[in-house]
């Protein structure tokens, strides 16, 4: 007699059932496993913003003022007054033919020693400008032997990892200004890009061409110039005062600009209440002129200075503060300490962050 056996096994429905029960758990974990990852990087960020803000005392401690903002010898003029030459940073040339003397660079590159990257900015070759930085290659030594090109080097530092790990210039941030953008050449740069950019104030810091985004670049008023920019306004006690609309005005300076030397006691504010350096923004959007954001940690003017004028996330110019963080934009102080603002924040307050003399005390939200 034949004995037969059964085997047991799952049943459509069963099968069904399971695998209902494991993507219920994936749909509930998911979400939470983001969470956690988006808080590492967003911990990440602010040991970035830490380090550039470790990197820019250790500077002060050693040249006894903070970078300069941007360096420009040439300028250019319009109905406000004088301007930094666009084409300073991004003109080309041959190598060490640099006449009129275009350098173009940003505070970026001057802290690269204390950021462990000495080697990268022993390459550097002071006789050319942004452009020539990155067109033309450095040989390294033995037995290397290959080309480095300081101005388009990533630097891990320079990168929110929320927002990206390297330029993405051929991908989301294809429509950001970059060096080459105006004069393209052999070389396309894809590398060397910047998530972070210091404080110029609370005031209008760039001419900007409507027409024409490559011209584009920082004010550098004359002193009879920004008097011209000057008008009354009659405050709530009936007190008239004198203000103007431009970063350089006494209430509206921040901690770099063109040409700067800023030193830790002219902070006047206090360093725990004025803004050293924060995320910035960087639009996807090639149209309007005024949304185009500028990419690149050489150079020198939008790509790495930021105004305080309007509040972070406003998507009113290329010049705010912003953050792929939600419901915060992370900054770090004159002190050196790294806080998270609320997008939210009270205008008023957010531009006295971003004055370092303006007077006005100041209670940060904790």
């Not at 006494?250 to 600009?257: A, E, K, L, R, V």
């Not at 406003?314 to 705010?320: A, I, K, R, T, V």
């Amino acid at each position: 007699m034949v004995t037969r056996s059964r085997r047991r096994g799952f049943t459509l429905i069963e099968l069904l059932v399971v695998i209902a029960v494991i993507a219920l758990l994936v749909a509930l974990l998911l979400p939470a496993v983001q969470r956690a990852r988006e808080a590492a990087r967003r911990t990440a960020c602010q040991n970035n913003l830490k380090q550039l803000g470790l990197a820019l005392h250790n500077y002060h401690d050693t040249h006894r003022t903070l970078p300069p903002g941007q360096i420009n010898n040439t300028f250019q003029t319009d109905t406000i007054g004088r301007y930094a030459n666009p084409l300073e940073a991004r003109a080309t040339y041959t190598r060490g033919n640099n006449p009129l003397g275009y350098h173009g660079t940003s505070w970026m590159l001057h802290i690269l020693p204390m950021i462990d990257q000495a080697p990268l900015y022993n390459f550097w070759y002071a006789g050319d400008n942004v452009r020539g930085n990155g067109d033309f290659g450095v040989q390294t030594p033995p037995p290397d032997l290959t080309l480095v090109f300081p101005a388009r080097t990533d630097v891990k530092v320079f990168y929110c990892p929320s927002r990206r790990q390297n330029m993405e210039s051929n991908g989301r941030y294809q429509p950001c200004d970059r060096i080459d953008t105006a004069t393209p050449g052999v070389i396309q740069w894809t590398q060397g890009g910047n998530d972070y950019a210091a404080c110029s104030g609370s005031g209008i810091t760039f001419h900007d061409n409507t027409a024409d985004y490559t011209d584009r670049q920082t004010y550098s008023l004359l002193p009879a110039q920004l008097t011209a920019t000057v008008f009354l306004v009659t405050g709530l006690n009936g007190q008239q005062f004198s203000t103007s609309y431009y970063t350089q005005y006494p209430t509206n300076i921040g901690m770099f600009g063109m040409n700067s030397s800023t030193n830790l006691r002219d902070v006047t504010d206090g360093t725990s209440n004025v803004i050293m350096i924060s995320e910035r923004r960087l639009s996807t959007m090639p149209t309007p002129v005024i949304q185009r954001s500028s990419d690149g940690w050489a150079w020198g003017g939008a790509a790495t200075l930021f105004s305080c004028r309007n509040a972070p996330h406003s998507n009113l110019h290329y010049d705010e503060a912003d953050s792929p963080h939600e419901q915060i934009v992370q900054i770090c102080l004159a002190d050196g300490s790294v806080r998270n603002v609320s997008l939210n924040i009270d205008l008023r307050t957010w531009q006295n962050l971003g004055n370092m003399a303006q007077g006005s005390p100041i209670s940060l939200p904790q």
